[in-house]
């Protein structure tokens, strides 16, 4: 990547459009910075942001995946798509859901965690492949299923587009991390360090 300067210049509330203005104070109502992060990118498009917004409102207060697992799966998109500011919003969440500090470390290299819990095994091995090789084997598709229900395999199917689609955002706009902090991923190589 040719340099690593932001590609879009930072909003300021007093400059948005009507329909921006909007988007961000939906998302300021539910608890989110609407001017960080791939918020501040998407309300170029406000309309597409609308869309983002349910989405994000549903996996943050209504989606039925176990907090857990939903932030396993926004890591593992985070790491392997070097989304350092994902990844960056997103590991204290997975520690305060519960996912293993040394599972999280472990990802965050580039490696499988050794010490999975079963159901974690099950969705790293689900995003992994649905990542990886676009389509997921029917072993591995049934053990999803048996684990989440269909309703919940949806769910994840869903979520690992939509922030693989924010993951897209970030770095084709190379948005980092605050000022202050240091890139939380290393690089990893063309065979993505497995």
Same mark, same amino acid.
């Given at each position: 990547?040719?340099?690593?300067?932001?590609?879009?210049?930072?909003?300021?509330?007093?400059?948005?459009?009507?329909?921006?203005?909007?988007?961000?104070?939906?998302?300021?109502?539910?608890?989110?910075?609407?001017?960080?992060?791939?918020?501040?990118?998407?309300?170029?498009?406000?309309?597409?942001?609308?869309?983002?917004?349910?989405?994000?409102?549903?996996?943050?207060?209504?989606?039925?995946?176990?907090?857990?697992? $939903?932030?396993?799966?926004?890591?593992?998109?985070?790491?392997?798509?070097?989304?350092?500011?994902?990844?960056?919003?997103?590991?204290?969440?997975?520690?305060?859901?519960?996912?293993?500090?040394?599972?999280?470390?472990?990802?965050?290299?580039?490696?499988?965690?050794?010490?999975? $819990?079963?159901?974690?095994?099950?969705?790293?091995?689900?995003?992994?492949?649905?990542?990886?090789?676009?389509?997921?084997?029917?072993?591995?598709?049934?053990?999803?299923?048996?684990?989440?229900?269909?309703?919940?395999?949806?769910?994840?199917?869903?979520?690992?587009?939509?922030?693989?689609?924010?993951?897209?955002?970030?770095?084709?706009?190379?948005?980092?991390?605050?000022?202050?902090?240091?890139?939380?991923?290393?690089?990893?190589?063309?065979?993505?360090?497995?």
């Amino acid at each position: 990547m040719a340099g690593n300067e932001p590609r879009f210049s930072p909003l300021a509330m007093e400059s948005l459009t009507d329909a921006q203005r909007a988007v961000a104070e939906r998302l300021q109502r539910s608890g989110r910075n609407a001017l960080t992060g791939p918020f501040a990118i998407m309300l170029r498009s406000p309309g597409m942001a609308v869309g983002m917004v349910e989405c994000y409102e549903y996996y943050r207060f209504k989606g039925a995946l176990d907090p857990r697992l $939903k932030e396993l799966a926004i890591l593992i998109l985070a790491r392997e798509w070097t989304a350092q500011f994902e990844w960056f919003a997103h590991k204290p969440a997975a520690v305060a859901a519960g996912l293993a500090e040394t599972a999280i470390e472990e990802l965050r290299l580039g490696r499988r965690p050794s010490a999975l $819990k079963p159901d974690e095994a099950t969705i790293y091995d689900f995003v992994t492949a649905l990542v990886r090789e676009r389509e997921v084997s029917d072993a591995v598709f049934d053990r999803a299923k048996a684990l989440l229900g269909e309703e919940k395999l949806v769910d994840l199917i869903s979520l690992v587009g939509e922030y693989m689609k924010v993951a897209l955002i970030l770095n084709t706009a190379r948005v980092g991390v605050p000022p202050g902090n240091e890139l939380p991923l290393p690089p990893l190589g063309r065979s993505g360090g497995r």
